[in-house]
């Protein structure tokens, strides 16, 4: 098989995927919460709560990891599920007052966190990562939108 020239960008997306997720993971074990946890919370937070499948979608956690995320979650006393005002068959997830305040002192703490990562690249250089990023993303959408439509 021919080698393929964007192979080192895929090693490389992955690669430094892993890194963000192991080097982001400390700090929110020492928080007493998991990654998908944590995640929700982010999620959810300056929110009036969102739908479950809206949820999923933008956590990128699965629906059945999903559900028993935030079903700990609710055990926690951090989300609620409350019935949809719109949609009998569906259900808003919310963070509870408890949930609100731990979001308000935990996601600070996690980008000072995520800001030591950071600090070793140069504005110019973050500018470049977005950019590139949002045009591989665009790609994907792109291809994803190409391959829908046949």
Same mark, same amino acid.
């Given at each position: 098989?021919?080698?393929? &020239?964007?192979?080192?960008?895929?090693?490389?997306?992955?690669?430094?995927?892993? @890194?963000?997720?192991?080097? $982001?993971? +400390?700090?929110?074990? %020492?928080? /007493?919460? #998991?990654?998908?946890?944590? /995640?929700?919370? @982010?999620?959810?937070?300056? #929110?009036?709560?969102?739908?479950?499948?809206?949820?999923?979608?933008? #956590?990128? +956690?699965?629906?059945?990891?999903?559900?028993?995320?935030? /079903?700990?979650?609710?055990?926690?006393? !951090?989300?609620?599920? +409350?019935?949809? &005002? $719109?949609? *009998?068959? %569906?259900?808003?997830?919310?963070?509870? %007052?408890?949930?609100?305040?731990?979001?308000?002192?935990?996601?600070?703490?996690? !980008?000072?966190?995520?800001?030591?990562?950071? $600090?070793?690249?140069?504005?110019?250089?973050?500018? %470049?990562?977005? #950019?590139?990023? $949002?045009?591989?993303? *665009?790609?994907?959408?792109?291809?994803?939108?190409?391959?829908?439509?046949?």
């Amino acid at each position: 098989m021919p080698h393929a &020239p964007f192979l080192p960008v895929l090693r490389e997306l992955a690669e430094a995927y892993q @890194a963000f997720e192991a080097y $982001s993971s +400390i700090h929110i074990r %020492s928080l /007493d919460l #998991t990654p998908p946890q944590f /995640d929700i919370i @982010a999620t959810l937070g300056n #929110t009036p709560g969102m739908p479950l499948k809206e949820l999923g979608e933008k #956590t990128l +956690i699965t629906k059945g990891t999903l559900t028993g995320v935030v /079903d700990r979650l609710t055990d926690k006393k !951090l989300v609620q599920r +409350i019935a949809s &005002p $719109s949609d *009998g068959r %569906s259900q808003i997830v919310q963070l509870t %007052s408890q949930g609100e305040a731990l979001f308000a002192r935990v996601f600070p703490e996690h !980008l000072a966190y995520m800001a030591l990562a950071f $600090s070793e690249l140069s504005p110019q250089e973050l500018v %470049s990562i977005e #950019t590139s990023l $949002s045009r591989l993303r *665009g790609a994907f959408q792109a291809a994803r939108a190409g391959k829908e439509q046949a």
